[in-house]
């Protein structure tokens, strides 16, 4: 019976392949990924810089490129990030990072797991911040701070909200 099955389920498979079926299923799915990426990245992008009038977009730290979905099972996602600092040693790149991980838990609508980090290379102390930023305590604490959270408030909220 499991020779039968096998033989069956190969059978199905090399006909889904020559159809173009399954060509199809996955062009669908890397669609619907970089729309989820899109999604992602029109929350981030106009997030404003702690010290500059300028968006994280305008200053090229967050790109469309530097959105990556997958998918972690039926409407979840794993969501990363790898934003790029203005400078390699940016004081504010923490509180960026955080700024990050405050408007898309806020603002994101489907269920997700977040990995923000420093793109390599372009900052002198990415491993530091990269831990800071991803753990969700140290997060906690940071918005229990009321100049903190102020500032970040200020980051994340639409000049119209």
């Given at each position: 019976?499991?020779?039968?099955?096998?033989?069956?389920?190969?059978?199905?498979?090399?006909?889904?392949?020559?159809?173009?079926?399954?060509?199809?299923?996955?062009?669908?799915?890397?669609?619907?990924?970089?729309?989820?990426?899109?999604?992602?990245?029109?929350?981030?992008?106009?997030?404003?810089?702690?010290?500059?009038?300028?968006?994280?977009?305008?200053?090229?730290?967050?790109?469309?490129?530097?959105?990556?979905?997958?998918?972690?099972?039926?409407?979840?996602?794993?969501?990363?990030?790898?934003?790029?600092?203005?400078?390699?040693?940016?004081?504010?790149?923490?509180?960026i990072g955080?700024?990050?991980?405050?408007?898309?838990?806020?603002?994101?609508?489907?269920?997700?797991?977040?990995?923000?980090?420093?793109?390599?290379?372009?900052?002198?102390?990415?491993?530091?911040?990269?831990?800071?930023?991803?753990?969700?305590?140290?997060?906690?604490?940071?918005?229990?701070?009321?100049?903190?959270?102020?500032?970040?408030?200020?980051?994340?909220?639409?000049?119209?909200d």
């Open positions: 019976m499991e020779i039968v099955f096998s033989l069956v389920s190969f059978t199905v498979t090399k006909v889904l392949q020559f159809s173009g079926l399954v060509d199809n299923r996955d062009a669908l799915r890397t669609k619907k990924m970089e729309d989820k990426a899109l999604e992602v990245y029109d929350v981030i992008r106009s997030i404003r810089d702690p010290e500059k009038p300028n968006t994280l977009e305008e200053l090229d730290v967050v790109t469309e490129k530097c959105v990556e979905v997958q998918e972690l099972g039926e409407d979840e996602y794993l969501i990363i990030i790898k934003f790029s600092p203005t400078v390699p040693h940016c004081s504010l790149a923490t509180l955080l700024c990050l991980q405050v408007k898309l838990q806020r603002c994101l609508p489907f269920k997700h797991k977040l990995e923000i980090y420093i793109s390599e290379g372009t900052h002198s102390t990415e491993e530091d911040i990269n831990k800071q930023i991803n753990d969700k305590e140290r997060v906690a604490a940071a918005m229990e701070n009321p100049n903190l959270r102020e500032i970040v408030e200020q980051c994340v909220t639409e000049p119209d």
